[in-house]
DNA sequence: CTCCGTATGTACCAGTTGGTGAGTTGGCTG
DNA sequence: CAGCCAACTCACCAACTGGTACATACGGAG
C-alpha cells in the first residue's frame, strides 16, 4: 500500500533507475502516487506538480494517462474501493451461530477500517464533495458492499432462531457498524483534540474492539422495546 | 449578493442597514460567509476572492480583521464550536431514570448533529487536516464538551442501581454515540452512492433516531459479557 | 471646523496551478 | 533496416490565488 522500494517489483531491472518504457508500471507509480497525495491533502490540496515530483515521470505523462486532475482522482478513488471488497466476505456465516458471527463481522470490519486509514480518508475527502465524483463513476456503484450479503444471512438465521429482534434490517446494522469504525479512524484527531483520548491508542485497542461487539450484539439481541418497556428486561 | 454597482449601491439607504462604517458588522459578515464557503468547499478549496465577492466588503477587509487565510480559517472553526456547546446539558441528569436519561442524551445529540451539517463538516474537513488548526487554537481545548458530564453521572447512577455495566466510561459512550450521529450525516453521501440509502431520508428519521436509543440503552444494560456467554442469557 | 486614527476601497503583484503544444525516442513489426 | 506508434521529455502559458502598497473617507474628539 505505500510506496514499495523502486527495484524489488519487477524481475530483472536495474535497483536504482532503468525504467527505460513501461506504461503500466508509469501508470500505476502515478496511481500510487497519486493515492498518496490525495489521501493525504484532499483534492483541492493535492498538487498534480507534487505528484509529479514524486513520481519518476513527468507531469506530463499524468495528462497522458489520466487527461485532467478530477479524472486522475476519480481513478484514485476507484482502485480505492475496488481494493477494499476483497476482505469482506470472509465470516463463516453458515456455521457460526448467529451471535457469534455478528461479532465476527464485527471485529472483521474493525481491523479492516483499522488497517486502512488511507481509504477512510479518502472516503471523509470525497464525501465533503458530496460524493460528486464516486457518482460519476461507472464501476464504483455495483460492488454493493458483499458484506452486506453475509450480514443479511446472519441476521435472518438470528431471527429464525429467535435471538434478533427483526425491526432492523442490514444496511442498518451494516451503518452502525461501519459508522462506529469510520469515525474512530476519521475524526481521530479533532477527537483527540477536544476530548483528550486517542481513539486509535494501541492500548485500547481491545477494549475498543470488544466494546463494538457488545454494543452489535445486545442490540440486536434486546427485546424488542416497542412491547417490552426498557426499564424490564425479565 | 454578487457584485455590486459601484456607485449606485445603495444610494438610498437600507432600512435598518446604515453600513456605512462599522467594524462589528464587518466582521461578523465576513466570519459568517467564511464559515459557509470553508464548511462547503474545505480549507484549500476555499477561495478567499469568493468569500469577498459574497460580502459587502473587499478582500482587503479579510486581511485587515483576520490577517490571513489560515487564521480567518482559525477563526470560524472557534466560533463553530462555540455556538455548538450551548444546547448540550439540558438533560434532566437528577431526576429521570438511567435507562431514560441515556435515551434523552441519545436523542438530544441525534437531533443536535442533524441540525448543523456544516458544523460537521468543519469538523471532517478539520480531521483531514489532522486538526492542526484546532490544536494551534487556545480557545478550544478547555470547552471539553459539558455533555460528558450530564454523561458521567447517568453513567454513574445506572452503575448503582445495578442496571448498567461497568466496563465503559463515559468517553466510550460519547463516542458510541457520537459516532453514529457524525457518520449519517458526515458520511451521508457515500453511503448513498454506495449502498443506495440516504440516512438522512426523512421518512428514516424516526427509525434512525430510535435504533441509536435502543443502541445504547441495550448495550449499557447488556450482561458483563466477562462473566455471561453471550449466547446463554437465562 | 479641524484633526486624526480607524475603517475601507482600488489597483496591483509575484508565485503557483492545472493544463498543453510540439517535438523525441524506444522498441516492436514487417 | 525502415517504418511507426506508443511512451516519453521539455518548455511554456493563461488564469488564478493569497497577499499587499497606497490612497481615502468616515466620524468622533477637541
New interface residues.
Partial sequence: MTAHPPGAAPAGRRAGAERVRDAERTRAEILAVATREFAD?????GRINEIAARTRTTKRMIYYYFGSKEQLYVAVLEQA?AGIRALEQQVDVEHL?P??AI?ELAALTFDHHEAHPDFI?L??????H??EH??RSTV??D???PA?AALGTILRRGREAGVFRDD?DA??V???I???C???T????????????D?LDPARRH?QR??LG??V???L??PD?RRAP??A?R
Avoid: K, W
Fill in positions: 491533502r484532499g483534492y483541492a490540496g474501493y451461530d451471535v457469534a461479532r480518508r472516503v471523509s475527502i470525497e464525501n465533503i458530496r460524493a464516486i457518482a464504483l456503484p460492488l454493493a458492499e452486506l432492523v444496511l442498518d451494516h451503518q452502525v461501519s459508522g462506529y469510520v469515525f474512530r476519521a475524526n481521530r484527531h479533532t477527537f483527540g483534540a477536544v476530548l483528550g483520548r481513539m477494549h470488544t466494546m457488545d454494543l450484539a445486545a442490540f439481541q434486546a422495546p426498557a426499564t428486561p
